[in-house]
């Protein structure tokens, strides 16, 4: 509960750079998530240069937040593998999650950003990836020296349908 409730969203990271073999521990969290069937339909593309960093950050207006994370991962639906969109999409959400708490737990910093979708067949263009694979989010990594920061949510009573 703790490590759910202290996650922030960051925005801008020191230049230190995030260890591979972390990024590594933080995927690995992601595939654990469920997916219907078991299907595991989540792709992921590890963008670290930083031309290939520049390159992206131009399909978002918040691009600055990955030029400044040293690592920023592209998350994908492997539509192969798609079964029902709806659970696939949800199950990308729960692998994403999974990624965000255990970076915390690594005192790395995250943001998950979905405004990119925007223009989402542009940087699966750019990517030049497979094209059954489908962007569902870029999420980025890095150090902050100010990850305790307060966040805010409305009261658990307005979410509770009587
Ligand atoms: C689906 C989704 C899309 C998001 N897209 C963006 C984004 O494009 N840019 C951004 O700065 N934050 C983005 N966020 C982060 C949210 O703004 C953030 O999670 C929310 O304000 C709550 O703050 P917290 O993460 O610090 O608790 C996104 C979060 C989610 C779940």
């Known amino acids: 509960m703790q490590i759910i409730k202290k996650r922030r969203s960051i925005r ?15 995927i690995e969290a992601g595939i654990w998530a469920p997916s219907g069937l078991n ?12 031309k290939q960093k520049d390159g992206l950050a131009q399909f978002t207006k918040y691009g600055h937040i990955i030029k400044s994370a040293p690592i920023s991962v592209c998350i994908f ?12 999409i949800m ?7 999974n990624m965000l708490l255990q970076a915390y737990e690594l ?24 094209t059954d ?16 920061g307060q966040g805010s949510r409305k009261k658990i009573e307005s979410f509770i349908i009587k």
């Open 12 to 26: 801008r990271y020191s230049d230190k750079p995030v260890l591979k073999e972390d990024i590594q521990a933080i």
């Open 133 to 148: 694979y489908e962007l569902m989010a870029v999420i980025t990594f890095g150090y902050s020296d100010k990850m305790d």
């Open 77 to 88: 639906l492997d539509k192969s593998v798609m079964y029902n969109r709806d659970k696939d």
């Open 39 to 50: 299907n595991q339909p989540w792709r992921f593309k590890i963008v670290a240069n930083k």
């Open 107 to 130: 005192n790395i910093g995250t943001c998950w950003l979905g405004e990119i979708l925007n223009q989402r067949e542009a940087v699966e263009k750019y990517l030049e990836l497979n």
């Open 91 to 97: 199950a990308i959400g729960a692998c994403i999650q």
